[in-house]
């Protein structure tokens, strides 16, 4: 089993759709956890970090449930411009290395 | 934000000579830095984990001889692939952290090197 696993995708949908992504993870030792947009032939992006209590950015919201070690990533009112690819990633902390899912393509169609 | 630069942005080699690739934080002191590889249509491969001034720490299948790591400065990581092979080909992408202390500090990515072994 992964360490981090994330929905295969790809995930197709129209501009202005509402869409959530999922990742788990197994190590129950994790203590940072983040979603990434990675751009075709690009670098990794920080998009936001997800905390315990939830967090929002704009129409982005993260959550997270340590207890079922689940992280979420929601999407609302879907851009042209968030097509790209969306890293899970968890850390263990004290600057240790990160470990990345594989990623879940996002494409948003007109 | 934090800026990390790599360079060069992209190379072509014959089979056989060594490529180095820096990685340089800009604006902060990176205590720890990272190397990826990528592969096209695949996730990132950690390769190794390398601190100021210690040997790096290499996962597990990485050739420590064949990927050399230095990490001279607070700054600078170098990556250099000896000997490269047509396998070597990739997308190659460093990270780094250290802005702030307590765990789980932000990893910023350089802008990567695409490598192409001929």
């Known amino acids: 089993r992964k360490e981090v696993e994330q929905d295969p995708g790809p995930f197709n949908v129209p501009e202005g759709a509402t869409v959530a992504f999922n990742c788990t993870y197994s190590?129950?030792?994790?203590?940072?956890f983040f979603w990434y947009r990675q751009d075709c032939r690009k670098e990794p992006k920080l998009l936001m970090s997800?905390?315990?209590s939830g967090n929002e950015d704009g129409r982005f919201t993260a959550q997270l449930n340590r207890a079922s070690q689940y992280i979420s990533l929601l999407i609302r009112d879907s851009k042209l411009s968030d097509s790209a690819t969306y890293l899970c990633v968890v850390n263990k902390g004290n600057a240790g290395k990160s470990t990345f899912g594989d990623g879940t393509t996002l494409t948003v169609k007109p | 934000g934090a800026v990390v630069s790599q360079h060069p942005s992209r190379v072509i080699c014959k089979s056989g000579t060594s490529v180095k690739i820096e990685c340089r934080s800009l604006?902060?002191?990176?205590?720890?830095m990272f190397w990826y590889r990528q592969f096209p249509k695949q996730s990132l491969m950690l390769m190794a984990t390398s601190n100021e001034g210690s040997k790096a720490t290499y996962e597990q299948g990485v050739e420590k001889d064949k990927f050399l790591i230095n990490h001279a400065s607070l700054t600078l990581s170098t990556l250099t692939v000896t000997s490269a092979h047509p396998e070597d080909s990739s997308f190659y992408i460093c990270?780094?952290?250290?802005?702030?202390?307590?765990?789980?500090?932000?990893?910023?990515f350089g802008p990567g090197t695409r490598l192409l072994v001929l």
């Open positions: 990270s780094a952290t250290g802005l702030a202390g307590g765990p789980g500090e932000t990893q910023y």
């Open positions: 997800v905390y315990s």
């Open positions: 190590n129950s030792a994790s203590q940072s």
């Open positions: 604006d902060f002191q990176a205590t720890t």
